[in-house]
Antibody
Framework: QVHLQESGPGLVKPSETLSLTCSVS????????WSWIRQPPGKGLEWIGY???????NYNPSLRSRVSMSVDTSNNKFSLNLSSVTAADTAIYYC??????????????WGQGTLVSVSS | DIQMTQSPSSLSTSVGDTVNITCRAR??????LNWYHQAPGKAPKLLIF???TLQSGVPSRFSGSGSGTYFTLTISSLQPEDFATYYC?????????FGQGTILEIK
């Protein structure tokens, strides 16, 4: 069974870059699309973007100017960078696998999430 | 972006009851609609994909229906572990978007 684990700093200063890594175990990074999704405390879910194992990406236009993702198939992990953060970026950040089901795509496997707070 | 609207926002109900949660898309999304369950402090868990197909391992008391712009999640014979927040999500086009969530509370 595939397991995802987010890692990275829990506190980032305003205007700096938030960097997170998702380590994948129990299955390959290759062959799949991998997403980042965030959830401000007590609020709903926001899709940040995805990266394919080949490195192609698709970002939410609302964050596109500040987001970059990368993938490391050798070490079975992928990463998120979000630049110029503000307090509005404080959230639980989840990594998730996008699975193709017939004609549909859904997030079938999620990490436990990691809380990132933006504060000086 | 495709806006997804769930109703109700919260629902107070009892173990053994049957509940319906609806999700409306602002535009046509075919059957590209997924449902997730999120227990407090936990990550979301996929329940239903393609509007009506149960994810492996999900109890049969969960069912989904709908297509186009209107969708329903039905939970029959509510169990204690079902009291959580439910989200719909469209995968018709990016950016993928979620409903605002429906909180299911014990009466």
């Amino acid at each position: 069974q595939v397991h995802l684990q987010e890692s990275g700093p829990g506190l980032v200063k305003p205007s700096e870059t938030l960097s997170l890594t998702c380590s994948v175990s129990g299955g390959p990074v290759s062959g799949y699309y991998w997403s980042w999704i965030r959830q401000p405390p007590g609020k709903g879910l926001e899709w940040i973007g995805y990266i394919y194992y080949t490195g192609s990406t698709n970002y939410n236009p609302s964050l596109r100017s500040r987001v970059s993702m990368s993938v490391d198939t050798s070490n079975n992990k992928f990463s998120l960078n979000l630049s110029s953060v503000t307090a509005a970026d404080t959230a639980i950040y989840y990594c998730a696998r996008r699975q193709r089901f017939y004609s549909d795509d859904a997030f079938d496997t999620w990490g436990q999430g990691t809380l990132v707070s933006v504060s000086s | 972006d495709i806006q997804m609207t769930q109703s109700p926002s919260s629902l107070s109900t009892s173990v053994g009851d049957t509940v319906n949660i609806t999700c409306r898309a602002r535009q046509y999304i075919s059957d590209r609609l997924n449902w997730y369950h999120q227990a407090p402090g936990k990550a979301p868990k996929l329940l239903i994909f393609a509007a009506s197909t149960l994810q492996s391992g999900v109890p049969s008391r969960f069912s989904g229906s709908g297509s186009g712009t209107y969708f329903t999640l039905t939970i029959s014979s509510l169990q204690p572990e079902d009291f959580a927040t439910y989200y719909c999500q469209q995968s018709y086009t990016t950016p993928y978007t979620f409903g605002q969530g429906t909180i299911l509370e014990i009466k």
